[in-house]
């Protein structure tokens, strides 16, 4: 492959570079739109085939409504509830409602004189609009909302919440987030990339081949939204990692590029050399990340195999620009590519590769001090990691949005003087005959006897074999008390059979649904690491010690993360404040996200030590010569990463906060502490057992393993007797 990839950058540079422009172009146009043909919202975290989901089908099966609460209008005039003016209003809400064919019944204190509509203080009162169940009725809903939304736009007394309310508004939050995030990143990360690359026209190309890398992952991602729907959220996910990685394949392949050059002016040689040895450890780092998203197909939920396509392709995208495009850019450009440097710096890039400098001096220090440097590393990670030990989950909710929303305020406003908030009713669904009112009277009295329950409706019959009870609990919905009273009625014996649904009940089946299929998902994801770094390395014992260095750096993550998002140490600085738990799904996203990125950073730090060693450079020389050599590319890259995926963090939408405060920060932790201190002290004290393996495994890498040409190996050895 390396051969071919040679041939069509180096002799049909400028053919692959026309091809690159015809197929962005035509990304741009047939891809682009993807960002508004998706949708996103609670549908994207429910748990198909769950009892939650079933409960929910059977409601709308036997009342013809859809069983999400609906859009709840909260009325404030500042007048009494029940006093005209007050009335007035929510009339007008109700005839908007009544008027629109998306909804099935609508619900108001005029109407239906439920006191449970009307706030404690008597002060505000609801509209409740509940939706037409329908096939493909997820457009209409939204649709509905943004009319609605619309039309009260200009109402100071009427704010709108609910379920598809909410699910409008993180939308658009993360449309607009995403969009303020890039104009954000890019300056930065183009005065970064000039640092670094010391030249005009090369610092432009990490972008230019981002910009390529992204428009193609969206067109893969149009392409298979036409066959099953993807989360609109997965659109950061593509933006952030395709930026990153094209950064992270840019730097390796420029640096080596050069260092090439340096030591001989024939550019086509330069490229050959550069996609054997830069090209293969590209390669694999793509394997890795390809296969921690890939695990993510074994979840049920929408969020989550959206997030699987959208890395998978990113990572695919990224290799192939990175190895076909790239090259062909370097073949053209030749030494021009540092034309725009200044003068010092240009002399400075002329020179061939040199092992004086800190990195170098770095490596002999960990390495003479290496049982040390392992435990105070080790232990730093550990510490970082101790408030996971306490972690609470919940889900997507008002409670994600910023204040400002309107789902947000009437969510808050339910909860502080409302009798109960009709979002977090849990509803019981049985099947049973038209005569077995008293049976579920007494089940009714059992439910309501609950803990967790503050009250129970007596059983309504929905159609000739359907009634429904609906229980509020105690505490706030996603909360352990109210999770718990879902389960205490699950629990309960009942007439026929039994389903339950509402938020809390959606919840359960969420968290259960992650904990059943986490194990699959990580035993994907380590094999195929192991499996990658094996084939690489031909060592068994470097892959082991990888994944006990990315459990190390996920666990600093997630304890970090705790702090801030549940406990609110240092929340302020993201602009938002405790809350008193993390998303159900960061967790699972992340563990394949920080461990396919961790890995990544490995196998660029592994590939130059196994160069040098192979090249005949004793085991501590070709420890320093990896780590030296690539230190300041890795850093670099971690830094253009960090700045890529932590502009998420600016979002308004918390759980996108997580994510970009996540994946930044394994990075970084994983290309300082791990990689600069835990990699080489570990690797100076297991010495030549580093490169162990069983003979079966051996004769495997020796079949299938891929090589390339490094160092001579007295110039391995006199490089490290330099430093030395």
């Known amino acids: 492959m390396t051969n071919l990839l040679t041939r069509l950058a180096t002799r049909h540079a400028r053919a692959v570079l026309l091809a690159a422009l015809a197929a962005a172009v035509l990304a741009v146009l047939a891809g682009a739109p993807v960002a508004s043909r998706l949708t996103g919202g609670n549908p994207d975290f429910v748990t198909p085939g769950s009892g939650s989901v079933r409960a929910d089908h059977r409601i709308e099966q036997a009342t013809g409504v859809h069983g999400d609460g609906g859009v709840i209008a909260l009325v404030d005039t500042g007048a009494p509830a029940t006093g005209p003016r007050t009335q007035r209003e929510a009339a007008k809400v109700a005839a908007l409602m009544d008027a629109d064919p998306a909804f099935a019944s609508v619900r108001s204190y005029a109407r239906t004189h439920d006191r449970a509509l009307l706030s404690k203080d008597g002060r505000q009162t609801l509209v409740i609009g509940e939706f037409s169940a329908r096939p493909g009725a997820a457009a209409h809903y939204q649709a509905a909302v943004r009319r609605l939304l619309h039309a009260t736009a200009g109402d100071p007394h009427v704010r709108l919440g609910g379920s598809e309310v909410v699910g409008n508004q993180v939308v658009r939050t993360v449309q607009h987030d995403l ?199 080790s232990a730093f990670l550990v510490v970082l ?128 649904s992650l904990l059943a299929r986490l194990p699959l998902a990580a035993a994907i994801v380590f094999l195929t690491s192991m499996l990658v770094l094996l084939l690489m390395t031909g060592s068994v014992v470097l892959p082991l010690k990888a994944v006990v260095m990315n459990v190390l750096t996920l666990g600093a993550t997630f304890g970090v993360l705790t702090a801030v998002f549940q406990h609110g140490h240092g929340a302020g600085l993201f602009g938002t404040t405790g809350q008193g738990a993390l998303d159900a799904t960061q967790p699972v996203l992340l563990f394949a996200m920080v461990f396919g990125l961790s890995t990544d950073y490995g196998v660029f730090l592994l590939a130059r030590i196994k160069e040098a060693r192979d090249a005949g450079a004793g085991e501590r020389e070709a420890v320093a010569l990896g780590l030296g050599r690539t230190g300041r590319v890795v850093t670099a890259a971690a830094l253009l990463f960090c700045v890529a995926l ?23 932790l994983d290309a300082t502490v791990v990689r600069a201190l835990l990699v080489p002290s570990l690797m100076a004290l297991l010495g030549r057992w580093n490169w162990w393996a069983p003979a079966p495994l051996s004769r495997l890498h020796a079949r299938f393993g891929l090589g390339e040409g490094g160092l001579p190996a007295e110039s391995a050895r006199s490089e490290y007797a330099r430093t030395g």
């Open 179 to 377: 969009e303020r995030a890039e104009l954000a990143a890019f300056p930065v990360l183009f005065v970064l990339s000039l640092w670094i690359f010391r030249s005009l026209v090369a610092s432009a190309l990490p972008l230019l081949i981002g910009g390529l890398n992204v428009v193609l992952t969206l067109l893969g991602m149009r392409i298979v939204d036409s066959f099953t729907p993807l989360s609109v959220f997965s659109l950061n996910l593509v933006t952030a990692l395709g930026l990153g990685l094209a950064i992270d394949y840019s730097l390796l392949i420029v640096s080596r590029f050069r260092t090439e050059l340096a030591a001989d002016p024939d550019v086509p040689r330069a490229v050959a050399v550069t996609l054997r040895t830069a090209g293969r450890t590209i390669l694999f780092s793509s394997l890795t990340v390809s296969a921690a998203m890939a695990a993510l197909f074994v979840f049920r939920q929408r969020f989550l195999y959206s997030m699987a396509v959208g890395g998978l392709l990113v990572a695919l995208s990224a290799l192939l620009v990175a190895l076909l495009v790239l090259p062909a850019l370097l073949r053209v450009l030749g030494r021009h590519l540092d034309f725009l440097a200044p003068g010092r710096l240009h002399r400075a890039l002329e020179k061939p590769e040199s092992t004086d400098g800190g990195w170098f001096a770095l490596a002999r220090g960990v390495m003479r001090h290496a049982v040390l440097v392992a435990a105070g590393a």
């Open 385 to 512: 990691a101790l408030p996971f030990a306490r972690v609470a989950f919940t889900t997507v909710g008002p409670g994600s949005l910023p204040s400002t929303a309107s789902s947000r305020a009437v969510d808050d406003t339910l909860r502080a003087r409302f009798p109960a908030d009709p979002l977090e009713t849990v509803t019981v669904v049985v099947t049973a005959g038209p005569d077995a009112g008293p049976r579920l009277a007494a089940l009714r009295d059992r439910v309501a006897a609950l803990p967790g329950a503050a009250a129970a409706s007596a059983p309504q019959r929905l159609d000739g074999g359907t009634w429904l009870i609906r229980a509020v609990p105690r505490e706030p919905g996603l909360s352990g008390a109210s999770r718990r009273l879902v389960e205490d009625i699950r629990a309960l014996p009942a007439p026929g059979g039994m389903l339950v649904g509402g938020q809390s009940a959606t919840f359960v089946d969420l968290r259960g």
């Open 646 to 668: 932590g502009a998420l963090a600016t979002s308004r939408i918390v759980f996108i906060k997580e994510l970009g405060l996540g994946t930044a920060l394994g990075v970084l």
